[in-house]
């Protein structure tokens, strides 16, 4: 492959992201609308308006490929394969506890989803989700809703934030609180 080529499963991903964009758009009445690149005169980037018909499309999507994932394990072990094949074709392997055949059917089938690999784990850190305020345009650090204050939820946000000062003002009017 030269510099500029793209893998087939690259190419894949960037197929499949536009389905979900497109389902958005067909099924849940996203619309698309075109937001410039800072740093871009000419190009821009799609987005949809309503980034929960974005989800709603992308769990539809993983739903049928869930369904797809446990027909065609069926398929293969009706057309001989064992549950070992399986398990490679899924790049699985063993939990420690069993074969990486019963990982693929406890996945496929009973609907445990296996664990990841010991070194993909990472530890010593808050898993986070970081994006950019649509207020504010700063990088937000999203730790979750498991916090009760907003500040404790999401950092990053500018001073004045209005979106940011809203939430808190939301949570002190919900508990009673001034701070």
């Not at 309503?50 to 739903?63: E, F, I, K, V, Y």
Request: with cysteine; net charge negative; glycine share 8%.
């Amino acid at each position: 492959m030269g510099l500029f080529d793209v893998s087939p499963t690259t190419t894949a991903a960037g197929r499949i992201r536009e389905l979900v964009r497109r389902i958005a758009v067909d099924v849940f009445d996203a619309t698309e609308v075109e937001i410039p690149i800072p740093g871009f005169t000419v190009f821009t980037d799609r987005k949809l308006d309503d980034p929960l018909a974005g989800l709603r499309a992308a769990l539809l999507l993983r739903n049928v490929g869930e369904a797809q994932l446990y027909e065609y394990a069926r398929t293969a072990r009706a057309a001989g394969r064992s549950w070992d094949e399986v398990a490679k074709a899924l790049d699985l392997s063993t939990d420690g506890l069993g074969s990486a055949g019963e990982t693929a059917f406890d996945w496929l089938v009973v609907g445990r989803v296996p664990e990841p690999a010991p070194e993909e784990v990472r530890s010593f850190r808050t898993p986070s989700a970081y994006w950019r305020c649509g207020a504010c345009d700063q990088l937000i650090t999203d730790d979750g809703p498991f916090e009760s204050h907003p500040d404790d939820q999401e950092g990053g946000h500018s001073r004045g934030c209005a979106r940011h000062l809203q939430d808190i003002a939301a949570w002190c009017e919900r508990t009673g609180r001034t701070d």
